[in-house]
């Protein structure tokens, strides 16, 4: 018996613990596989014998199977061998030499005619391409895996997402509804505000229930008890035929006014607001002119920064038809100058206030303001004219 060591065997090896060795073995004839050509042909008995050919020449020894330790034992009469099953195909049967990386590779001889073993790299070769087709086969079978598990978790998102919708659209609808009667109750309420508002509506009801009692009596006196049963008949004809009717002609009367005086408001509003933003508008042109000029008299560096910390407000009213008050004030940084003016041009008219502080107020009355009015803050700093312009629309 001849053993061989394969280096790449061990990622081989599989042999399932399930499988009965005896059975696998006995009534079979086995050729041992060896590469130099002799025929070695194994026989294994059930009753524990073990014929042996080479060649022809046959030896008798025996064999047995011992399951605590797996182990085939193989005695000849000059040694004896422990050999553990590996694996196992149904066409090569392989069992490692206890202790050893040696093993021992028997071909089942049925086989033989279509599997013909001569060298050791083909060996090697069979059990790399089995090993190839194992790993290709168990690939194809997760890729199935993995395509069944995908398609029955598209399958359930694709349900999930059903409900999903399902869902939002039964949600929606039970919310459009809400919705609906939220604005029906909203509008009744708005209704009922507005109709408050108006005095006439009220009267007009009080005076409806008034009616409907006078025509119920009109029926009853002259009947008196018998006219009992029919007492409900006029009050009902009178508040269907007569008072409903007109109380529904007098409420759309009523909130159609008050829409066309809403409506009005908001005309008046939105008026408003646009004269604000033409005057915004008009304020940011303003300030830009009264910079550009006051950049351009500010012929120096130093003169634009101190300009830019002078603080300088005018707050305008008009508080007759002829009558305009300007309140001025102005803070300069705390420097020595040699002169601080304030010039006031309206129109053609110019006013001229000398010697003023760093900081102070001053209110001025104009009986006529023209388009445009000018108010200039004028410093002397180290013999540098310094000017702070602001203007104001006086329309």
Not at 35 to 43: H, N, P, V
Not at 176 to 204: D, G, P, T
Not at 349 to 372: C, P
Request: hydrophobic content about 40%; proline content about 3%; some cysteine.
């Amino acid at each position: 018996m001849k053993t061989f060591l394969l280096d790449s065997f061990n990622r081989y090896k599989r042999f399932s613990e399930e499988l009965d060795v005896r059975t696998i073995l006995c009534n079979k004839p086995w050729l041992i596989f060896n590469d130099c050509g002799d025929k070695e042909l194994y026989i294994f008995q059930e009753d524990g014998s073990l014929i042996a050919s080479v060649n022809g020449n046959v030896t008798n020894a025996k064999w047995q199977y011992i399951p605590a330790n797996k182990s085939l034992i193989a005695s000849f009469k000059e040694q004896s061998y422990m050999l553990h099953p590996a694996f196992f195909d149904n066409t090569i049967f392989a069992l490692q030499q206890d202790g050893t990386d040696r093993y021992v590779f028997m071909i089942d001889e049925q086989q033989s005619k279509s599997f013909h073993l001569k060298s050791l790299s083909e060996l090697n070769s069979y059990f790399q391409r089995i090993e190839h087709e194992r790993v290709e086969a168990e690939q194809r079978r997760e890729e199935a895996l993995l395509a069944q598990q995908k398609s029955e978790q598209q399958r359930i998102e694709k349900e999930r997402e059903r409900q999903r919708i399902a869902r939002e659209w039964e949600l929606e609808a039970q919310a459009q509804m809400a919705r609906e009667e939220q604005q029906r109750l909203s509008n009744i309420a708005r209704e009922n505000h507005i109709l408050k508002q108006y005095k006439i509506f009220l009267i007009y009801k009080i005076v409806g229930i008034m009616l409907i009692a006078a025509s119920v009596l009109i029926v009853w006196l002259p009947l008196g008890l018998m006219a009992f049963p029919l007492f409900p008949l006029p009050a009902i004809a009178s508040y269907h035929i007569i008072y409903k009717p007109l109380r529904e002609l007098l409420k759309q009367y009523l909130l159609k006014k008050h829409e066309q005086r809403l409506e009005a408001e908001n005309q008046m509003r939105e008026k408003k607001e646009l004269e604000a933003i033409k005057r915004e508008v008009n304020k940011k042109r303003l300030q830009a002119e009264a910079l550009k000029i006051e950049n351009k008299l500010n012929n120096n560096q130093s003169s634009i920064e101190l300009a830019r910390q002078i603080s300088l407000n005018v707050e305008y009213a008009k508080i007759a038809l002829c009558k305009h008050t300007l309140k001025i004030n102005w803070t300069c940084p705390n420097k020595i100058y040699k002169e601080v003016t304030l010039i006031i041009n309206n129109g053609s008219d110019v006013l001229l206030y000398e010697h003023l502080t760093l900081w102070g107020s001053k209110e001025i009355e104009l009986n006529e303001v023209k388009s445009t009015i000018r108010i200039t803050l004028r410093l002397v700093w180290n013999n540098i004219p310094v000017y702070k312009i602001i203007l104001i629309n006086g329309e």
